[in-house]
């Protein structure tokens, strides 16, 4: 008797460069570079907002919308603020991800680790592949700050019969992912989450650069941190930083993919372990357990960090609405006025969850508009029921 051919495998993926399903609304995510493109009406998260039903598949029910903390992150069984006790040199924050990952590897519970190197000419361009050995996994610490398509692995993942793999990545990525994954014959699938927001292509990032930073030569990290400045670190190791509400948001409103403007899945809600930053002090890591199989990987990372309980502090609502209308009309503050606002902000604001749900709140707000504005035909379908009650909290322009 002849194996009955998946229908996938007789699909071609598209070449680089070419228009996608999703057409502007692409985050690149790879799925169409290969076969598996056979599925992309089902699978992508720009033509096809499924979150109640993948969250049911993942974690066994939907999110809990009566439930605030639910509502905002996601279903979870615990979230604390964590760092490792010796940060690796050179991560994104102190490394706890690619320990995890060499950790999976090291005690053979995956043969692979889907993460994202520096292509070797440029170390802002992303290049996706699967690691076999610590050494790979550390290549890719840091964060690539641009559209990466990851889901171009698909293939390998077939053709290297992979049957146990850890997948790292950002939002768009995993629900692409785990639409598909019953069809990547694993036995054992593993997804650490990235949270992400306000994602650039390679020349968005460097118009981003250009525009804010006193060098952008010479960075080789940023991040938008919880003291509300971008904290920018340059290849001497002197760091800078700028604030918020200094950004030349005039000249940035249109730096950002279409894909982030439309996105509403900031927190990584298919993961089984999320790991960024947004819920925890400054410095710190926040680590979100969803599931079962996200309290295993926490386990395995135990001994190596330190922790402390979420905290929430302060109340994000009046300076979420009075920042819908500024981010509108495009205000951009002198940087005497801006620097000011900051010390008060970082004094007086939302701290902890609160920041989290502030930061969430002004994004979900624009991203409405921003989909209201562009693709008003999507709105109703795009937007899931928790996003379109976060918004349903503030008053929006009307148009
Ligand atoms: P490291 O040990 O340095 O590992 C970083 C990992 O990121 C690597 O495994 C690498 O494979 C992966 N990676 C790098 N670039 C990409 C990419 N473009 N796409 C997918 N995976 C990638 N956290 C927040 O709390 N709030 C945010 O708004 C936020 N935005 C982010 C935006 C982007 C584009 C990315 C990639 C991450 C974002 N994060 C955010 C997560 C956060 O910045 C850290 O990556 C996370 O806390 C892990 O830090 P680490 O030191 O443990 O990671
Ligand atoms: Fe294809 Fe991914 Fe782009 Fe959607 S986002 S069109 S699945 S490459």
Known sequence: MTAQIPAHKKAKGLPRGSVRPAKALCSDCGLCDTHFIHYVKEACAFLNQQFDKLETKVHGRKRDLDQEQEMYFGVHQKMVAARKTEPIEGAQWTGIVSSLACKMLEEKLVEGVVCVQSSPDDRFQPMPIIATTPEEILAARVNKPTLSPNL?????????????????????QIQALRAVQDKLGLEKLYVLGLPCVDNV?????????????????????????QDFKVHFKHEDGSTETVPFFGLK?????????????????????????????????FGWQWMVVRN???????????????????????????????????????????????KLMGIVIEKIGPKGLEYAKFSIDSHFTRNYLYTRRNYPGKLEAHVPEFAKKIVAQYELPKD
């Open 152 to 172: 171009t692995i698909l293939e390998q993942i077939e053709q290297g019969e992979f049957k146990k793999l850890l997948v790292i990545g950002v939002g768009c």
């Open 292 to 338: 079962e199989t996200g309290q295993e990987m926490f386990d395995l990372v135990a001994d190596q960090i330190e922790t402390q309980p979420v905290s929430s502090k302060g109340d994000r609502r009046a300076a979420v609405q009075n920042s819908i209308p500024a981010y509108d009309k495009g205000v951009t503050l002198p940087m005497w006025a801006a």
């Open 249 to 281: 948001t005039n000249q940035l409103k249109d730096v950002f993919a279409p894909s982030c403007m439309s996105c509403f899945d900031y927190t990584n809600g298919l993961a089984d372990l999320v790991v960024g930053y947004m819920g925890a002090p």
């Open 201 to 225: 292509t390679r020349a968005g990032l460097q118009k981003f650069l250009d525009t804010t930073s006193r060098s952008p030569e010479t960075v080789v990290y940023y991040e938008f941190m």
